[in-house]
């Protein structure tokens, strides 16, 4: 079996909450990156984009009216993603500090791991 057809295996094999706490690691492990290695722009542009997305995602799934999530959480998430957007411009801008937004991606994840 190939690697992407293994790959696509375990993708359609994993639940909702493994894919997202997957992203969720993809993604601030591309903010760490940033925060210990100070890349060059493109690097940090990539890792900042890749995590305005998923927050994104994240958003508009919460928006949804199928959404099976209370609305109280999916209030939160969004209200969430939308710090994260105007904190991201911040970092890219005015050169904040990366490290609140690997923070609130690990609080995540700690949420999405738990059972």
């Excluded at 992203?23 to 925060?35: C, D, I, N, P, S």
């Excluded at 100070?38 to 998923?54: E, G, M, S």
């Excluded at 928006?63 to 969430?80: K, Y």
């Amino acid at each position: 079996m190939s690697i992407k057809a293994y790959q696509r295996a375990a993708t359609q094999a994993e639940q909702p909450r493994d894919l997202e706490y997957r992203a969720f690691g993809q993604v601030t492990a591309g903010l760490v990156r940033v925060k210990e290695e100070k890349p060059p722009l493109a690097v940090v542009l990539d890792a900042i984009d890749a995590n305005r997305r998923l927050w994104n995602v994240l958003s508009a799934d919460c928006a949804a009216p199928g959404n099976q999530l209370p609305i109280t959480l999916r209030g939160q998430i969004i209200s969430l993603a939308m710090w994260v957007a105007r904190y991201s411009s911040e970092v890219l801008r005015d050169g904040a500090d990366v490290e609140p937004l690997i923070d609130i991606n690990r609080v995540m994840m700690e949420g999405l791991a738990a059972r």
